[in-house]
């Protein structure tokens, strides 16, 4: 796609003028995420305004484009945002603008980082292997910046979700916070080395877009622990993004299997346990002079048919509401996957929904399941 063409695009699409900055997160900041495989509209965005959410952590790289990858065109040589794709986007931002929803960009993928799930199931590492694909990542951001900045839902840009530089390098995804310094004093000034890969990114951002804030996933999946290498990056705009589905074999997928489910609280893991995992982030902040407002449980959920998800949930969103940090349940009304939409019943079969979609007949599927209601009356809690 020419420059000139995409200037054009920009222009005729361009919302009344309203540049995000960090205020927005100067306060407690409670939402959802969306990473649907069809663009929401605004009664989606209406819907996730009335559970009290004020943003959304909005993934685009599931949508149908022009391109094998959204916004990106393809992930294997970046050379321009396609128009039209652009135009879905902004389109979808207005949608939520209207639902007065605030948006935070989030990719699953970037050049030399294909998302698993669009890759043959195939984890792509060239971006922790190649610079160049660094400076193909840094100039989709540049454009993308460039494109939206002045969008009024805008609330920040979320680099890349859940990086795995450390993947295949001998660090263990569980492993403690000193191991994990020893890790990056090994591959600091690599291909791997996560806070320089950031650094390069908002610089580029920073040369279009000098305030919209700026969110940052740490790395092994954003595991909570991740930041315990890092020194602060050098802009007072950043946010710090961790998730939390620890321990996965409790709150994630093999529970909705497993006969009998594991229990929570119980042996392996309960709420003391929960507080001290959760603790390692803000700890690390309160080290390094970073406010409670700058840290973001950017994911976090459990299955709903696990029998103490509402419990687990529950403990979750006091932990996170008592530091006074900003945070995203996982996830709201997904169309591709059902295992976390906690508006449906946790009795309800995963099979009906989807039968139900298939058939055009989504509007029949239950939305009274009582773990919303957890989230609700923690959307209205404060620190």
């Known amino acids: 796609m020419r420059l000139a063409a995409l200037a054009l695009l920009i222009g005729a699409l361009a919302a009344p003028v309203q540049a995000a900055d960090i205020d927005f ?146 660090l263990d995804e569980q492993a403690a916070p000193a191991v994990r310094e020893a890790w990056y004093a090994k591959h600091r000034g690599t291909a791997r080395d996560l806070p320089a890969f950031y650094a390069q990114l908002i610089a580029a951002i920073r040369s279009v877009d000098a305030d919209t804030p700026v969110m940052v996933d740490g790395g092994w999946y954003a595991h909570a622990w991740s930041f315990s290498y890092w020194t602060p990056l050098p802009d007072d705009k950043v946010l710090y993004a961790f998730h939390m589905y620890e321990p996965w074999n409790l709150a994630s997928a093999p529970q909705i299997t497993r006969k009998p489910q594991l229990r929570y609280p119980g042996a392996a893991f309960d709420k003391a346990a929960l507080q001290r995992f959760l603790g390692e982030p803000f700890a690390w902040a309160k080290v390094h002079g970073v406010p409670a407002s700058r840290m973001v449980a950017g994911e976090f959920g459990c299955v709903r048919v696990w029998a103490d998800c509402g419990a687990y949930l529950g403990d979750v969103l006091n932990t996170l509401n008592g530091y006074g940090a900003h945070w995203a349940f996982y996830s709201f009304r997904e169309d591709v996957w059902e295992g976390m939409d906690y508006e449906i019943p946790p009795a309800f079969p995963a099979g009906r929904v989807y039968t139900l979609r298939e058939q055009g007949q989504g509007g029949k599927v239950p939305l009274d399941g009582p773990l919303m209601g957890v989230i609700r009356r923690a959307m209205r809690q404060s620190p």
């Open 25 to 170: 997160w100067n306060t407690p900041r409670h939402g959802g995420n969306s990473f649907n495989g069809q663009p929401p509209d605004e009664a989606y965005f209406r819907a996730l305004k009335a559970t009290g959410a004020t943003w959304v952590r909005l993934t685009f790289s599931k949508w149908k484009g022009e391109g094998r990858d959204f916004l990106i065109g393809d992930a294997d040589g970046y050379r321009g945002i396609p128009a039209a794709d652009l135009a879905t986007l902004r389109r979808t931002m207005d949608a939520a603008q209207a639902a007065g929803i605030r948006v935070v960009l989030v990719p699953l993928s970037l050049p030399g980082d294909r998302w698993v799930q669009h890759n043959g199931d195939r984890q792509d590492e060239r971006l922790w292997n190649d610079r160049r694909f660094w400076e193909q990542s840094a100039d989709f951001w540049r454009d993308l910046a460039s494109a939206v900045k002045d969008h009024p839902a805008l609330a920040g840009y979320n680099l890349l979700n859940e990086p795995t530089p450390e993947k295949g390098s001998g």
